[in-house]
């Protein structure tokens, strides 16, 4: 069974950025999209971006473009996401998580994924 870990969350300043990283276990990464969701205080968790296993990129909401990036590193089993810009409005526990797909197909437009990990707060404030 996929076992996610994500990390690298924190407090930065309005304008800040950061990696959060998601590190898995149990099965190569090599056939799972993985996405990237938030859910901030008191509102329902929400898709940021998702990448397939071949690279293709989804982003899940246009709140976050050009401003956010996702990157995966198969042979160390860990997917990126780099968060630029960060605004307030960023603040929320960031979760991983990965569903398994025929190797190329698209990311998940459901949001339909089956392993998750603990999450990770970011915190955008002045």
């Known amino acids: 069974q996929l076992q996610l870990v994500e990390s690298g969350g924190g407090s930065v300043q309005p304008g800040g950025s950061l990696r959060l990283t998601c590190a898995a276990s149990?099965?190569?990464?090599?056939?799972?999209?993985i996405g990237w969701f938030r859910q901030a205080p008191g509102k329902e968790r929400e898709g940021v971006l998702c990448i397939s296993s071949s690279g293709g990129v989804t982003y899940y909401t246009d709140s976050v473009k050009g401003r956010f990036y996702i990157s995966r590193d198969n042979a160390g089993n860990t997917v990126y996401l780099d968060l630029e810009s960060l605004k307030p409005e960023d603040t929320a526990v960031y979760y991983c998580?990965?569903?398994?797909?025929?190797?190329?197909?698209?990311?998940?437009?459901?949001?339909?994924?089956?392993?998750w990990g603990q999450g990770t707060q970011v915190t955008v404030s002045s």
């Open positions: 998580a990965g569903e398994r797909m025929p190797y190329g197909s698209p990311c998940p437009q459901n949001l339909d994924f089956g392993s």
């Open positions: 149990g099965w190569t990464l090599d056939f799972y999209a």
